[in-house]
T-cell receptor, first 117, second 114 residues
Framework: GAGVSQSPRYKVAKRGQDVALRCDPI?????LFWYQQALGQGPEFLTY????????KSGLPSDRFFAERPEGSVSTLKIQRTQKEDSAVYLC???????????????FGPGTRLTVT | GENVEQHPSTLSVQEGDSAVIKCTYS??????FPWYKQELGKGPQLIID?????GEKKDQRIAVTLNKTAKHFSLHITETQPEDSAVYFC?????????????FGKGTHLIIQP
C-alpha cells in the first residue's frame, strides 16, 4: 500500500520567507510525528498529533514553527520568517495506534529538504 | 529527557562478515527500541524493533539484543551484503501506553567492502 508521502521534496527559501511543508500519512494512522534532521545527524522530534489534536509540541525550536492537522489526516508544518539555521530535512512519520504492544511502529516519509539562503 | 548514545559512528566490514552497532540510553522508563536504516536521499526505514519485555529478537540476518539493567541495546547483522551499506540509527521511546516521540542516536555509517 501507499506509504507516507511528503511534498515538496526540495524547497529553497530566501531568509525571511515563510514555507509550508505537507505530510500525507498512511491512511488510517492515528499518530503523526514531525522530526527535523540536520546534515549528518539523527532525526530530532518536533511535534506529535493524535488525530487532529496536537498533544506534544515540546520539540519545536521557536514560535516561528507551527504545525496543524485539522482533519486528523494531512498535516502541514509551517515555518515563518525562515532563518539559515532552519536548513535541514524535515521528516514526517505516522503510526497506526497511540500505544500498546503493536501498531506503534513509526513509518517515515522521504522528507523535505529545506535550504534557506 | 532521554539521551541515546550510538557507537561506532563509522563501521567498515568485509562482505560476508558480521556487523555490530551499540547504543545506550539514559531514561529507565524507555521501553521501545526501534532500529532504522537510512539510504542517501531517503527517509528512515524501520528494520527491526524490540520492547523492554523481550531480551532478544531476530529476523533473518538481523538481530537486536536489549539489556535493561545496563540500559544498552545492540544491532547485529550477519552475512553482510553490499545492499546493507547505509546509515543505521537506533532510537528509544516510552511509546507503550502513551504517545512519545523517538529519541535517536547520531547514526552509524555502515560500509560493506566487497
Amino acid at each position: 500500500g501507499a506509504g507516507v508521502s511528503q511534498s515538496p521534496r526540495y524547497k529553497v527559501a530566501k531568509r525571511g520567507q515563510d514555507v509550508a511543508l505537507r505530510c500525507d500519512p498512511i491512511s488510517g494512522h492515528v499518530s503523526l510525528f514531525w522530526y527535523q534532521q540536520a546534515l549528518g545527524q539523527g532525526p530530532e522530534f518536533l511535534t506529535y498529533f493524535q488525530n487532529e489534536a496536537q498533544l506534544d509540541k515540546s520539540g519545536l525550536p521557536s514560535d516561528r514553527f507551527f504545525a496543524e492537522r485539522p482533519e486528523g489526516s494531512v498535516s502541514t508544518l509551517k515555518i515563518q520568517r525562515t532563518q539559515k539555521e532552519d536548513s535541514a530535512v524535515y521528516l514526517c512519520a505516522s503510526s497506526l495506534l497511540v500505544g500498546g504492544t503493536s501498531g506503534i511502529e513509526q513509518y517515515f516519509g522521504p522528507g523535505t529538504r529545506l535550504t534557506v539562503t | 529527557g532521554e539521551n541515546v548514545e550510538q557507537h561506532p559512528s563509522t563501521l567498515s566490514v568485509q562482505e560476508g562478515d558480521s556487523a555490530v552497532i551499540k547504543c545506550t540510553y539514559s531514561d529507565s522508563a524507555s521501553n521501545y527500541f526501534p532500529w532504522y536504516k537510512q539510504e542517501l536521499g531517503k527517509g528512515p526505514q524501520l528494520i527491526i524493533d524490540i520492547r523492554s519485555n523481550v531480551g532478544e529478537k531476530k529476523d533473518q540476518r538481523i538481530a537486536v539484543t536489549l539489556n535493561k539493567t545496563a540500559k544498552h541495546f545492540s544491532l547485529h547483522i550477519t552475512e553482510t551484503q553490499p545492499e546493507d551499506s547505509a546509515v543505521y540509527f537506533c532510537a528509544a521511546s516510552k511509546r507503550t501506553g502513551g504517545a512519545d516521540g523517538l529519541t535517536f542516536g547520531k547514526g552509524t555509517h555502515l560500509i560493506i567492502q566487497p
